[in-house]
């Protein structure tokens, strides 16, 4: 299955991205199948190749969910922003997070 989703490149502390077409589940090293534009979180600048990224939707290819926000932003796709999901750390008895407490049990 083919996925549209965000390829880091850049040095450092100092993060850009590459809009790719790949595999789902291939690293992120790995070469994709297509180049469909960049972002640079910095500057908020956005360069996507539109035409592209609508074949490769009317393929079947599924944009990630950051991805998909990133072309809703920019008028390439027409629907509502997806809500991004992320995992909040688990708070036992005490404040302390898991991790924490691993920590402290490992010391």
Same mark, same amino acid.
């Given at each position: 299955m083919l996925a549209i989703k965000l390829q880091r490149i850049g040095k450092k502390h100092q993060p850009s991205y590459r809009l790719v077409t790949a595999v789902k589940k291939s690293k992120m090293g790995a070469p994709p199948v297509e180049d469909l534009g960049s972002y640079n979180p910095r500057t908020k600048a956005a360069a996507f190749k539109k035409e592209r990224v609508l074949h490769w939707l009317s393929v079947g290819a599924?944009?990630?969910?950051t991805a998909h926000n990133l072309l809703v932003k920019? /008028?390439?796709?027409?629907? %509502?922003? !997806? +809500?991004? !999901?992320? !995992?909040? +750390?688990?708070?036992k *008895? /005490? /404040? !302390?997070?898991?991790? %924490?407490?691993?920590?402290? *049990?490992?010391?």
């Open positions: 599924q944009p990630t969910v920019n /008028g390439i796709i027409l629907v %509502s922003k !997806k +809500a991004v !999901k992320m !995992k909040a +750390a688990s708070v *008895a /005490g /404040g !302390k997070t898991e991790a %924490s407490v691993a920590v402290a *049990a490992t010391v």
